[in-house]
């Protein structure tokens, strides 16, 4: 009688058994039909790196370790005696300029006054000229009738000598006065010449100007990143830098986690993908927060999967190939409804569980 209660509990407690399984089953089948989980997932911030323009040796931290900061705020410094000097020297370079350029215009103004006073002598001696054409003419004219009045005994030697010497004097007037008009000719091109020249360095001494106000310009600015600033709102990470350590321009030193924006990266296999859509329900449960679920929608997928993206990208052309279930970022982006003070604890890298809404 005992051996037959025995039998029947068993198979009683074998048939619950059986009826939750089976419940559980068609409950995870049917789970299944409308719902993509993965828990390979993490929380996801802004992390903008510290990365200095300048060369130097580091003068004063002014932050510490998980700080929180504003844009804006002072980081750190660079030792600026060196930027100093060299914005010293491109404030010299550019008053040098400056003076030149003036003194190129000073010349300017020289060279074309002596061209006016060249174009006006040449004027005057191509009047002069014309006169002394007009007397010679004149000159001519009374000599040749003094030389046939002379022929005929009408006048004397000497007044015939008188109008001789009259036209050789009006002649050598004219050789005289051509000459003349030959080198104030040459006078004005080399002023019209040296105008020229004046112009040119005059615009060279500009571009010297702006050559030195650049050079001006860059120190200045080499100057101004010796002191580094936030350039957003948050709080950074681990300090790695101290006073009078040397850093160089592009040298990543720690990170400032932007928390204004935080968004969940999870890694979906490829056979998942097929009903996912952008916009769906997404359901978050960090491990931090086991008695926490954020709420939050799908945002985007990835144009590659994550192994394409790693520094050495498997290439199945060589070697045996194994075929390995591939797996697609897809970005979650958090509901502004979920709990804020929570929100505020999340942290880049945590673990989470998503669970995506199919219907």
Sequence with gaps: MEKKTTNKRFILIFAVFILLGGTYGIYKYMHSLAHEETDDAQIEKNMNPIIPRVAGYVTKVYVKDNQFVKKG???????????????????????????????????????????????ANVQSAGGSIETAKIRLNRASNDYERYNNLYKNHSITKQQFEQAEAAKLEAESQLRILQEQQKATSYQKTVASSRSNVSAKQAEAAAANIKRAKAVLDAAQLNLNYTVVTASIDGQVSKIAIQPGQFI??????????????VWVIANFKETQLSKMVEGQKVTIKV?????????????????????????????????????????????????????????????????????????
């Design 73 to 119: 705020d002072t980081l750190f410094t660079i030792d600026n005696r060196d930027y100093l000097v060299k914005v010293e020297e491109a404030k010299a370079a550019f008053i040098v300029a400056e003076e030149n350029y003036a003194v190129s215009k000073a010349d300017i103004g020289t060279a074309q006054a002596n061209v006016s006073v060249s174009d």
């Design 248 to 261: 160089q321009p592009g040298q990543s030193l720690f990170y400032v986690i932007n928390n204004q924006e």
């Design 287 to 359: 491990d931090a927060f086991p008695d926490t679920e954020f709420e939050g929608a799908i945002a985007s997928f990835s144009p590659a999967t994550g192994a394409r993206f790693s520094i050495l990208p498997p290439d199945n052309a060589t070697g045996n190939f194994v075929k390995t279930i591939q797996r697609l970022p897809v970005k979650i982006s958090l509901n502004a409804s979920n709990d804020a003070s929570k929100m505020k604890l999340l942290r880049p890298g945590m673990n989470v569980d998503v669970d995506v809404h199919l219907k």
